[in-house]
């Protein structure tokens, strides 16, 4: 079984920028797609991006052309670089292992084709 951990959270004004990192240990890292979601007060889990084995990425409307997201294999973590931050970006960020196919997680990604979970790390966006 994978075990994650996220880190790099914080507080930024907006504008600014944020690396998000999340170590994998327990499998091969190689082997696997990763997502990253995030999480806002009062609402329902989101799909922010995700990476497949290769390095091809796939990344939600809200975000793209500003986050992007990359892996170390050799260093068994998952990046997201954040930028242009906005306040509607303050959320727990969570990365999380894919167990469907990359086919199916490119094309509607959901909250149950990823297991297991890290426990999350903040980011609040100031105004």
């Known amino acids: 079984q994978v075990q994650l951990v996220e880190s790099g959270g914080g507080l930024v004004q907006a504008g600014g920028s944020l690396r998000l990192s999340c170590a994998a240990s327990g499998r091969t890292f190689s082997d696997l797609v990763m997502g990253w979601f995030r999480q806002a007060p009062g609402k329902e889990r989101e799909f922010v991006g995700g990476i497949k084995r290769s390095g091809g990425t796939r990344y939600a409307d809200s975000v793209k052309g500003r986050f992007t997201i990359s892996r170390d294999n050799a260093k068994n973590t998952v990046y997201l670089q954040m930028n242009s931050l906005k306040p509607e970006d303050t959320a727990v960020y969570y990365c999380?292992?894919?167990?469907?196919?990359?086919?199916?997680?490119?094309?509607?990604?959901?909250?149950?084709?990823?297991?297991?979970w890290g426990q999350g790390t903040q980011v609040t966006v100031s105004s």
């Open positions: 999380a292992a894919g167990r469907v196919p990359w086919a199916v997680i490119s094309s509607n990604p959901r909250d149950s084709d990823f297991e297991p």
